[in-house]
């Protein structure tokens, strides 16, 4: 079992920066996929980004490709996603997830451990 709480988020203009942390604890010791989701209203669950705890392949969606950074403070067992220039199509809840399954999936649904959810506002 991993359990994982998000911080950060918020409301923020266009073209602005925010942070979002996920704090893993539980049974995390061992290589696993952590990453980002994001869900708009009326649209499915999209991967943000993703990594592997080991310091494996890290996987952006192309939509926020040298916008948003994703690091891993593997001391503090926490996951950070750094965003910046912001757009309003950014707009969505932030989920963090991960799997032990082995592989860092794009699809939303072989994910077995999500946190509980952070809004992020973008406004024009």
């Known amino acids: 079992l991993i359990l994982l709480k998000e911080t950060g988020g918020g409301s923020v203009q266009a073209g602005g920066s925010l942070g979002l942390s996920c704090t893993a604890s539980?049974?995390?010791?061992?290589?696993?996929?952590i990453g980002w989701f994001r869900q708009a209203p009326g649209k499915e669950r999209e991967r943000v980004a993703t990594?592997?705890?080991?310091?494996?392949?890290?996987a952006y969606a192309d939509s926020v490709k040298d916008r948003f950074t994703v690091s891993l403070d593997s001391a503090k067992n926490t996951l950070h996603l750094r965003m910046n220039s912001l757009r309003p199509e950014d707009t969505a809840m932030y989920f963090c997830?991960?799997?032990?399954?082995?592989?860092?999936?794009?699809?939303?649904?072989?994910?077995?451990?999500w946190g509980q959810g952070t809004q992020v506002t973008v406004s024009t």
């Open positions: 990594l592997y705890t080991n310091g494996g392949y890290t």
């Open positions: 539980g049974d995390i010791d061992r290589n696993y996929c």
């Open positions: 997830a991960a799997d032990v399954g082995g592989s860092c999936y794009l699809s939303a649904y072989p994910y077995t451990y």
